[in-house]
């Protein structure tokens, strides 16, 4: 890896990780006692700034490490098992196959 990369790629991870910061406070913010009009604006202020921290990360660590921190940040997937693939075994033929393309 580039000396030159390694610092977007550690921005980036950093953005993403950050942005639930602002994920937590779209959470806490209707919480407080404010104003009605005051915790939608600081609410919605705080999704969009989310949103864009986070996509930036993404642009700075590149489609694949973003595909990957984005499925690992997913809480869909978080309890999931993961799937071991086990090494395909060489087919056997089918004796039938075998019997019909001899027969010919």
């Known amino acids: 890896m ?3 990369k390694n610092w977007q790629i550690k921005l980036g991870i950093f953005l993403m990780l950050f942005s639930g910061v602002f994920f937590a406070a779209t ?3 209707p919480l407080f006692d404010l104003p009605t009009r005051t915790k939608v ?3 919605t ?3 969009v700034l989310m949103e864009v921290v986070f996509w ?3 642009l700075l660590v590149g489609k694949e490490l973003f ?5 690992k940040l997913d809480p869909r997937n978080w309890f999931k098992k993961k799937n071991r693939t086990v090494p ?3 087919s056997i033929p089918d004796s039938k196959a075998t019997k019909k393309a001899s027969d010919h």
């Open 2 to 4: 580039k000396k030159g």
């Open 27 to 29: 959470l806490v913010i």
């Open 41 to 43: 604006i600081a609410s």
């Open 45 to 47: 202020t705080s999704f």
């Open 56 to 58: 930036a990360g993404g």
């Open 67 to 71: 595909t990957k921190y984005k499925q």
């Open 88 to 90: 395909a075994k060489e």
